[in-house]
């Protein structure tokens, strides 16, 4: 098969790889039709985080059941299937739980293998992890295009939204206007909030905001951009959604929180020293809750949503590729040229 | 009046100053006749933080009303009082949610004129600050050492118990052996914790922290410390009590939380960077929470207990001094021979 692989800072390229196989009886093959390229691939790519080298790359994985090992029950080939960024078992303690990202036999994608950005993929404990399309979307292109991004972004901007403790009526502040700040947008609009004030610096990501359901928009920098949103919620917001990750976000966070209120983070925390931002929620008695999104546990329920035609995320997507031209939209994602790239790589139509 | 006063560090003196009168119709001023010294006068006391030097110093203050201005309506001369650690109006958004701390005209003890460490102390917004003892115990000594705690340490311990969630059945680990460290064990106990795990290195403030409800002791270090925690708790615990505020403590706080768990922290953050601790953290989803005790809101329902003689935290004071023999007081908390110094101060008797 062919498959995206990774050789170094910027350097990404589709290469021949032996087809994977069923080697476990809780394993499934897929053949991919959908994937992404996600901003954490970004990381890599830049160089900013180490990766295997030579390593099958990609974690968001949508496509056909090719094969199934004994103990796979609820997927047969053929059935259209989407996958979380994380395998998980999905019967241990943390599963069982809702924090499917704790796994005790839980593992990332990629590696030696196969990853998500290529013709297939093995899936490890497929019962866990895989998530049955229902037979009467599963041809849908409008409906798949839709469901791709629970692989990942929408799963993690409506982790920002539960950790923040977003609910009907209030106002959430939501930092970062990458995909899973916007996703975070609609995340808060679809639990209810009544204000939802979206900050970032790219005017194309904010009309997405709006279009997500934004009621108001800072594109200002640093201490004006805490000012302005001071401003508008009267000394802060008892919601904040931070998906970004850096120091100075972070510190954004804490600084237009209302005291007492709630950060929900899920960008990668990266640089993070107590300062200014530890010194502030402490100060404040801001809560933090959230991390790696558990979002094999949020896809049934968000599933239903956008099945029902009530969600849709994918206008995250502002460029689509072929399995051939990855290279170009990593290049295009690193050049801020689009918010996110889909990836069509059925070569079987 | 006498007053301690600070003048550098490792000097702390006692001193002359004029006595505090009511100058706002909102204000009282109580003679002291109990206070104490605490973890955090030590920053200054060890120079580790800036203070005003020729300032009147401490914030624990119990005592009798001696004046009060015309706006002040629930104490009056004569009544046995006590205040937390800062000032607050009571009828401001924070104070009304609970978050004393926050209070949108509240301030700390201290500054120009008097502190809570000499023979008087002028109580701006009295109504919102002061909580009066009830007659019947107003002048029983073992009640009013009882009560005492409840000006910083029992709330802040107790906040640390409330904010990671503690509940009847749980087990909780307390990172810390000082007076808010034992007092979070205390809280614990109170809130109906089945197994607490108290983690400290000093034996004779462990030995107190049995006493006070924890269940099992771990008095190792680092990753000693840290595996045996999780060997305890087959995991993590979903409760801890992060009462130190050292990168050390919090990371140690992150490590032994099971993922899902909630921190409670109430030591103030120092040197934390995020490589290892919001790290953890955020790989786990541990919710932190917490901050800055509001004492004010929690006194009411601790002073129940108390009184009802269900709830002890005296045993903190493992050292009395006068007023005079302040400075010693000092010295004897800042070698640890003394886990946390009473100071009587009524000259009248």
């Known amino acids: 098969m062919q498959t995206a692989t990774y050789h170094g800072k910027g350097d990404v390229r589709i290469e021949e790889r032996p087809d994977p196989e069923v080697k476990n009886a809780t394993d499934a093959v897929v053949r991919i039709t959908h ?14 985080r180490d990766h295997p080298e030579n390593s099958p790359i990609g974690h968001e994985p949508m496509g056909i059941v090719e094969d199934v090992g004994d103990a796979v029950r609820h997927v047969e080939p053929g059935d259209r299937v989407l996958a979380p960024f ?21 593992s990332s994608w990629g590696g ?18 895989l998530v049955r399309v229902p037979d009467r979307y599963k041809d849908n292109e409008k409906t798949l295009e839709a469901l791709l991004p629970l692989t990942d972004v929408m799963c993690t901007g409506h982790h920002a939204a539960v950790s923040a403790g977003v609910d ?103 640089g993070v020293k107590d300062t200014e931002f530890l010194r502030t929620m402490f100060s404040k008695n801001i809560s933090l809750a959230g991390g790696i999104a558990p979002a094999r546990s949020y896809i049934d329920d968000l599933m239903n949503d956008i099945l029902q035609g009530t969600l849709d995320p994918s206008p995250v ?29 059925d070569r079987s139509g």
Chains 1, 2 share one sequence.
């Open 168 to 270: 009907t009526g209030d106002t959430a502040v939501v930092i970062g206007d990458g995909a899973v700040g916007l996703c975070g947008v609609l995340a808060s609009k679809r639990r209810g909030a009544e204000r939802i004030i979206a900050m970032g610096h790219h005017e194309d990501r904010l009309e997405i905001a709006e279009s997500f359901g934004a009621t108001e928009i800072i594109s200002a920098r640093g201490e004006q951009a805490i000012t302005e949103a001071r401003d508008q919620t009267y000394g802060g917001a008892d919601h904040v959604l931070e998906c970004v990750g850096t120091e100075s976000s972070m510190e954004t966070a804490a600084a237009v929180a209302r005291p007492g209120g709630s950060v929900g983070y899920v960008g990668v925390p990266m």
């Open 35 to 48: 994937t992404a390229i996600c901003g954490s691939d970004l990381w890599y790519y830049r160089g900013q």
């Open 86 to 106: 994380t395998i998980s078992c999905g019967s241990c303690e943390f599963c069982r739980k809702g924090l499917t990202t704790s796994c005790v036999n839980g």
């Open 317 to 345: 997507f502002t460029k689509t590729v072929e399995l051939d031209d990855i290279p170009e939209g990593y290049r295009a994602m690193d050049e801020r040229n689009a918010v996110k790239v889909m990836v069509k790589v």
């Open 112 to 129: 030696d293998e196969s990853g998500a950005q290529g013709e297939k993929i093995r899936v490890p404990h497929a019962g866990g992890t």
